[in-house]
């Protein structure tokens, strides 16, 4: 069977966050992927039994499917798993994520979220709302740094879907890209604190009655408190 053709090589910005045994489940899933024991279009199998296949740490694999995901090879889906993707849905945008910055994505997140809010909140349905709500469970759910975050993520993505403007959806969708880059993993992990976790818990739950209660001015409030915050947080990283 022949391998499957390789999207461009776009080095990632800043020391890599990957080390040996990342690798190492990075070359093996692309072997397996070009090899086609997992077909395109089909979802891989659960991380719990992927780990365990690898005898690696669950915390391992999931950088290694972060890094397979941003080679445009697999695409994770909230609560649905990892798909392997068709050649034709390769994302040409994995440049322009790789090459923003974390200032670049703040003020990116600065111009795009508060009014994703607002119009989230005039059109988003109760069934988008609902959602919402799960993922809020998920992130309450969870003490895990990249868990957490994956979950705010998704919340964010929802948002601008609830937003019913296609192009400001895929507007974000880029952005979601840029904030999973492998360099900005890794400083989450080590600023994503238990009190951060438990600062982010409370505002997305207040966030959640603000949208469901179609309060714009209230939620549009605590979208810039959180964007506060990470700015925060980025010039203690400096």
């Known amino acids: 069977m022949s391998s499957l053709p390789q999207p461009p090589h776009v080095a990632a910005p800043g020391k890599p966050a990957s080390g040996p045994a990342v690798q190492m489940v990075v070359d093996a899933l692309s072997n397996r992927l070009a090899s086609g024991d997992y077909p395109r279009g089909s979802r891989l199998p659960a991380e719990r039994q992927l780990a365990a296949s690898l005898q690696v740490a669950r915390n391992t694999l999931r950088e290694a499917l972060d890094i397979l995901e941003q080679k445009g090879l697999i695409q994770r ?9 068709e050649p034709e849905h ?9 090459a923003t910055g974390p ?3 703040h003020v990116t997140r600065g111009i795009l979220e508060p009014e994703i809010v607002r119009l989230a909140i005039l059109n988003m349905p109760a069934a988008g709302i609902e959602t919402l709500a799960q993922l809020v469970e998920e992130m309450r759910a969870t003490n895990d740094p990249a868990q957490f975050t994956r979950a705010e993520e998704d919340f964010q993505q929802k948002l601008a879907e609830g937003t019913g403007n296609p192009l400001l959806v895929s507007c974000y969708n880029l952005v979601v890209k840029a904030r999973r880059q492998r360099h900005r993993a890794a400083m989450l992990r080590r600023l994503m604190t238990a009190e951060r976790l438990a600062f982010q818990r409370c505002v997305h739950a207040a966030l959640l009655n603000a949208i469901a209660s179609r309060d714009i001015a209230a939620a549009t409030e605590l979208v810039q408190e959180m964007l506060v915050e990470e700015q925060r947080l980025l010039m203690q990283e400096d």
């Open 90 to 98: 390769w994302d040409n945008a994995v440049p322009v994520a790789a």
């Open 77 to 85: 889906r909230a609560g649905a798993g990892s798909y392997v993707v």
């Open 103 to 105: 200032l670049h994505l």
